[in-house]
């Protein structure tokens, strides 16, 4: 018989109140790594899963550097290694003349980066994911509240995390598997 490894622990709710509430006990307790699906945003809710990172602005400050560098660098090159042409008296690295191509470059990369990154960072395209294998997990695009405890936390155990989802009055728990 094929054993199959289980994803996590996934509890439905009836109201986003009940599910807020659940997901912020549920970070109290000590789970760390918990999820939360609705079918419309929910403002408190990442808070109350404790999820505060986001890294997209990083991503897109690395790509607006890079994008400058590599505009200015360019313009540099040609203007004064590659073929220096002196038009006017000014001199070969004449920067304000470097500017507006710079600055197209640093908006083009920085926008490139910002979609890529965010694409990469949400682990899209995904067509595949576990809490599919769940039958009601059809109704979190409708009207129902999911949170679910990944297995990978370091606090999971089946039958305490099972206990701790029931004392949090859903209205069905279901193991999710891989």
């Not at 109704?139 to 995390?161: G, N």
Request: proline letters at 8%; aromatic letters at 14%.
């Amino acid at each position: 018989m094929k054993r199959t490894s289980i994803y996590g622990m996934m509890a439905e709710f009836d109201t986003p109140g009940d599910l807020v509430s659940a997901a912020r006990r549920t970070y109290e307790a000590g789970y760390k790594k918990i999820d939360a699906y609705t079918p419309f945003p929910i403002e408190e809710l990442s808070e109350a899963i404790g999820f505060h990172r986001n890294s997209v602005p990083l991503v897109v400050l690395i790509g607006g550097i890079l994008g400058g560098c590599s505009g200015f660098g360019l313009q540099y090159w040609i203007h004064v290694i590659n073929y220096p042409i002196n038009v006017g008296g000014r001199p070969l690295n004449s920067w304000p003349a470097f500017i507006v191509v710079t600055f197209e470059m640093t908006i083009l990369f920085a926008g490139i980066f910002a979609v890529l990154g965010m694409l990469a960072l949400n682990g899209l395209p995904m067509p595949y994911h576990p809490v599919f294998n769940v039958p009601r997990f059809a109704f979190a695009s409708k009207d129902r509240f999911f949170l679910i405890i990944f297995s990978s936390d370091p606090k999971y155990d089946a039958a305490s995390t099972r206990r701790f989802l029931e004392s949090l009055a859903p209205r069905s728990i279901a193991e999710v598997p891989s």
